[in-house]
């Protein structure tokens, strides 16, 4: 196993030393929160719940709106970029790591406020079409730093676990200077089982601008 590693680590370096890497920073808005599809017996019991109530469908779990700060890089895969017709724009791929501080938050209808800080590591594989239009899909791993519960009955809300992991797609749009972009992403995933006492499914939907530094490339 530590040879696979050690292996990976070198194809990565091998691969970032002959590709052109650009680096940036982004910021943006988020809403998120999470569903949970597992009958919770604690909730029903101590607050009288409906299972009904308690269900992914229902509304008891509200999203609410949050940000992220963060900065990223930009690694293109293929230095030249490839097409199918000579007529066609040239089509990029690229790999796109990014930190992120990420301030989360949403409430439990009955029971109280969640507020959470995480560090959000996306790894995301980019296509790009004539180095504008983008999309994207990878997987992501959040690490907890903080969490607070407020509200009526705080007690009752359950903590979230250490680390998460998940996958998120998304779009983006780079400007034609190469340096400003928006990508719109949505995430999913669930956290790691350090907390037995709950199964959630994570989401979260965001929006950001970006800005690369570096010269870019003709086509």
């Given at each position: ?13 091998a691969?970032a030393l ?49 940000f992220?700060?963060g ?15 000579k ?21 439990v209808?009955k ?30 791993i ?27 797609t ?5 400007l ?17 089982p ?13 929006l ?5 530094f ?5 086509e």
């Amino acid at each position: 196993m530590k040879k696979i590693y050690l292996l990976t680590i070198v194809i990565l370096i091998a691969t970032a030393l002959q590709a052109q890497i650009k680096f940036g920073i982004k910021g943006g808005v988020n809403i998120s929160g999470p569903f949970y599809p597992h009958y919770n017996k604690t909730l029903v019991n101590r607050l009288g719940l409906t299972r009904a109530q308690n269900d992914s469908a229902n509304a008891d779990y509200s999203p609410r709106g949050g940000f992220q700060l963060g900065i990223l890089a930009d690694i293109q895969l293929i230095k030249n970029g490839f097409h199918r017709k000579k007529r066609e724009k040239q089509c990029f791929l690229s790999l796109s790591p990014e930190v992120l501080f990420a301030y989360q938050n949403y409430s439990v209808d009955k029971i109280g406020n969640v507020n959470l800080l995480n560090i959000n590591v996306p790894v995301m594989v980019k296509l790009s079409f004539g180095k504008s239009w983008v999309i994207e899909l990878g997987p992501y791993i959040d690490f907890l730093l903080d969490q607070k519960h407020t509200g009526d009955h705080p007690e009752l809300l359950v903590a979230n676990s250490s680390i998460s992991m998940g996958g998120a797609t998304g779009i983006g749009c780079l400007l034609p200077s190469g340096h400003i972009g928006f990508d719109l992403r949505t995430s999913i995933g669930t956290d790691m089982p350090d907390n037995l006492t709950a199964h959630p499914i994570n989401t979260m939907t965001q929006l950001d601008i970006f800005y690369l530094f570096g010269k870019r490339k003709k086509e």
